[in-house]
């Protein structure tokens, strides 16, 4: 049979547990407005990738002094919905004031759900007008609609 103080015991450290799990989840179903909303900012907002809208564009305005003088564009995917392992790919794009896209470069996530930050060389192509394009690629159709990929604002890099 089990004593008075072992059940006190095992009810406390219950207790604990939940009340750690619940600090570090948050509450249910709770998310932060900057993840639901896909506006423009630089608060750290997270853009949404699906099959429906697969791509993102930046604009470079003019008061972007480094824009020449970057080395790098860096993507920070933050949350990837990939229950399936589909292969995904994205591209990143310049597109000028005037004048077609030029591709800059192509990154893969591996495994196909694990986020990461990475970085594709711009080649010197970047003026201070302009945009960024990142697009995703999933090597079959998404059918079920079920691959969510969050992306921060890209950012410029100089080393």
Same mark, same amino acid.
Request: charged share 20%; net charge positive.
């Given at each position: ?52 809208? $697969? @791509?993102?564009?930046?604009? /470079?305005?003019?008061? =972007?002094?480094?824009?020449?003088? +970057? ?5 920070? !995917? ?17 597109? $000028? @004031?005037?004048?077609?896209? /030029?591709?800059?470069? =192509?990154?893969?996530?591996?495994? +196909? ?5 990475? !970085? ?18 999933? @090597? ?20």
């Amino acid at each position: 049979m089990i004593n008075r103080i072992t059940v006190s015991v095992l009810c406390r450290v219950w207790l604990i547990l939940a009340l750690g799990v619940a600090t570090n989840c948050g509450i249910l179903g709770q998310q932060p407005a900057s993840k639901s909303q896909n506006k423009t900012s630089d608060d750290g907002t997270v853009y949404y990738l699906d099959s429906k809208r $697969p @791509s993102v564009t930046q604009p /470079i305005d003019s008061t =972007t002094k480094d824009a020449q003088t +970057a080395k790098f564009v860096q993507v920070e !995917i933050t949350t990837v919905q990939n229950p399936r392992k589909k292969a995904l790919s994205f591209e990143v794009h310049y597109e $000028p @004031s005037t004048g077609p896209k /030029i591709y800059l470069g =192509t990154f893969s996530l591996y495994p +196909a759900d694990n986020p990461g930050t990475f !970085i594709v060389p711009t080649q010197g192509k970047l003026k201070n007008q302009g945009a960024l394009i990142l697009s995703m690629m999933i @090597s079959d159709k998404d059918n079920n609609g079920d691959i969510k990929v969050g992306v921060k604002k890209l950012q410029l890099k100089q080393k």
